[in-house]
């Protein structure tokens, strides 16, 4: 069985479920039907329901009983731990993107030199040198 963190970046991978998710963030416990309801119009009560289970089955929601309601509502810890996840890579790449900048300068800067040593005015000829040198 995969572990929780490639079972929360494939329940993430679909934009229903993380529209499902944002639904639930912005509602708070919602029932499934209400969950459901903007997304009836493009698919049917299962298959919003198996968007669910996967969703449940990764930890990103939590789905009770009660009575006829089945409210569902968002699990933050397994966010958490995918965030946990990711923020060590930012930092590795926020560091690696700060090293590139300050080599980049770097470089720039000494071609910036090298090529206002080679673009110095050099000494011109005097009229009378000119005319001797032909």
């Known amino acids: 069985m995969p572990d929780s963190l490639s079972l929360t970046f494939a329940a993430l991978a679909d934009p229903t479920r993380r529209a499902m998710l944002a639904r639930l963030a912005e509602k708070g416990e919602t029932n499934v039907s209400e969950l459901a309801e903007p997304f009836l119009d493009r698919m049917s009560l299962p298959a919003v329901t198996k968007h669910l289970k996967v969703l449940e089955r990764a930890g990103l929601i939590t789905k ?6 089945r409210p569902c509502e968002l699990n933050s810890e397994a966010l958490k731990q995918a965030t946990e996840w990711m923020e060590q890579y930012r930092v590795f790449w ?20 090298a090529a206002g040593k080679h673009n110095s ?5 005097s009229k009378a040198r000119k005319a001797k040198g032909k």
Request: no cysteine; proline share 6%; glycine share 0%.
């Open 64 to 69: 009770k009983r009660e009575a006829q309601r």
């Open 94 to 113: 926020e560091e690696s993107f700060d090293r590139l900048d300050e080599y980049l300068k770097t470089v720039t800067a000494e071609k910036k030199q």
């Open 121 to 125: 005015p050099t000494p011109r000829k």
